[in-house]
């Protein structure tokens, strides 16, 4: 199957730095690529989607500010929480599909624990 | 607010034992996914079902997509302590949400 990579896959900083998270497609284009967030026992919650070339569509609540999505080649899309406070910290995910339409499937990055002191 | 709903959340059982784990929507889904987490890890695909009523197999797992497409279930026979993982469902017609997760637990 296809595969996603991201980097770092932990990372810890303090409160108030920035922090980037790359997530690549290795294997194929990702036309659109997903970040979603995860805190502990709970399930996925999907953050924003990025088509390559345009700006991300974030889901209600998550603030595009804080949470910076660059999707400018076909193979990357990085995300950078900036003035990270330590509820930011979380497993964060990327996902990558090939198409703009649903029914494509998608295909999960290892993921990156963020830990924010 | 869940578009998707996994039942049930939690389940503990003994190896040998057969369990099925159900995902309801409101919604009409043009394709719905089943992934397994391990801890600290991304989600891995397990299956991906499309047409309504289709049911599809991958080993000891079931999967069947309702006919209206809009829940599936997933059936394990006879688990092992290998199949202990949060399972979870996902679907979506331009994205991917995902429900709340089933954590299973297989005791040896």
């Known amino acids: 199957g296809a595969v996603v990579s991201q980097h770092p896959s932990r990372v810890i900083c303090k409160s108030g730095t920035s922090v980037k998270i790359e997530c690549r497609s290795l294997?194929?284009?990702?036309?659109?690529m997903f970040w979603y967030r995860q805190f502990p026992k709970q399930s996925l919650m999907l953050m924003a989607t990025s088509n390559e070339g345009s700006k991300a569509t974030y889901e209600q609540g998550v603030e595009k500010d804080k949470f910076l999505i660059n999707h400018a080649s076909l193979t990357l899309s990085t995300l950078t929480v900036t003035s990270a406070h330590p509820e930011d910290s979380s497993f964060y995910i990327c996902?990558?599909?090939?198409?703009?339409?649903?029914?494509?499937?998608?295909?999960f990055g290892p993921g990156t624990r963020l830990l924010v002191l | 607010t869940q578009l998707l709903e996994q039942s049930p959340q939690f389940l503990s059982i003994q190896e040998g034992e057969n369990l099925t784990v159900y995902c309801n929507s409101s919604s009409v889904f043009s394709s719905l996914q089943w992934y397994r987490q391990e801890p600290g890890e991304g989600p891995v695909l397990l299956v991906t079902v499309v047409t309504g009523g289709e049911v599809k197999k991958l080993k000891r797992l079931t999967f069947q997509f309702g006919d209206a497409r809009k829940d599936s279930s997933l059936h394990i026979t006879a688990a092992q302590p290998g199949d202990t993982g949060l399972y979870l469902c996902?679907?979506?017609?331009?994205?991917?949400?995902f429900g709340a997760g089933t954590r299973l637990t297989v005791k040896p």
């Open positions: 996902a679907g979506g017609n331009n994205d991917m949400r």
């Open positions: 996902s990558a599909r090939s198409g703009r339409e649903g029914g494509e499937t998608q295909y």
């Open positions: 294997d194929f284009q990702a036309t659109t």
